[in-house]
């Protein structure tokens, strides 16, 4: 079956719209968005978990998640399971998330109709989780993830008959070209091993989660469960978490791309005759530093066209050609990280300043710095950003300055 342009836009189009004003977590838009996922669950013929007839699992902190099944066809493999995941909510208030995620939950419904279609030999578990965006205060403990970090307490499927976990998150923009980024497969050789056997029109790009500094997403509680689990996205963009990230910015042949990859991904994964693997000690990707160093160098293509400025990437670029370190690659994805992201950059700079300032007993140019990332956050919502304890600095600060 073919990828349908036409229900991936049909789904983003309803999921970033205005009426659903962002789905912030537990508000009204979150709330249509996870019924309109079970309608489509519904309608594709997937399975309802027995314990959560309609699909929704509540969750007690208000919220819910949707799960919907697809029972494989092979008598053995059907009792390990793949878990497909996109997360549903986004930061509301306008910021309408169309790459983040309404193209995440988009791919996922299109692969949840094609295999209703066509079947899997593993069983398939589709699953939406709510609270991915979200900071909250559980039982006096800050907690991000939620939703997932809950399934994992109240699984409709034995999580040590997990296979694997894939989650997809921010797909369908990348100003670097046609890339698929595929993190976490370091815990897995065997995952390694399928995601370089598909054929793809995308540039995989494959390295360790630790390379990034403030990494999120659903597949943490799975790993920390020792899941094989993967984060594929196409990477942050300069409108990530913006009131520009919205549905005419997509980039649909991308995201139809994307589709197609997972598509293969999923059918190799169910196909296989291998065992789930996970690897205490991480090994690198055997492509991870020819991938760094191509993101580089296209990086450095791309900025030479405007600016002498990309003469200074020559030095990174060297270390990496040589023998490089672990922290030369983390400091050549941080700078891919900063162009793809300039606000993003900019808040952990600032945010580094800030701390620096306090260190120092620099009181007013602390104070100054956390006034400046309260008013990008304004403007630019960062997940990451613990919004309260900033307010709580800046309190203490101008006490102090009294």
Known sequence: MEVSEENLRKHIRYLASPELDGREFNTKGDELAAEYIHNC????????????PDYIQKLPEGGQNVIGILRGSDERLQEECIIVDAHHDHVGNGFLGASDNAAGVAVLL???????????????????FDAEEQLLSIKGRKQMMYGASYYILDPVFDIKRIFAMLTLDTLGRNVLGDLIFILGAEHSLLIQDIVYECQTNLRKIMFEVD????????????????????????????DYHSTNDTENRL???????DTRFVRELVSKLSDSDGKPDFCKNPIPPKSEVEDILYLLKLLQGLIRKTSSDADRFDYIISKLEERPKKEDLRHAVQIILGFMTPNYAKLYLLLNDAQMAEKKKEHSVALQHYKEIIALYDQYRIPYLW???INDKIAKLEEKSR
Request: contains cysteine.
């Open 387 to 389: 919004l309260q304890d």
């Open 251 to 257: 980039q649909y042949g991308l995201l139809i791309e």
């Open 211 to 238: 390379m990034l500094t403030g990494i999120k997403g659903n597949y943490i509680p799975f790993v920390e469960k020792k899941i094989p689990s993967l984060f594929i996205t196409n990477g942050m963009h300069k």
């Open 110 to 128: 299109e692969l949840a109709r094609i295999f209703g279609k066509i079947g899997t030999k593993r069983t398939l578990l589709f699953t939406c």
């Open 41 to 52: 669950f519904h309608e594709y013929g997937l399975e309802a978990p027995s314990q959560f």
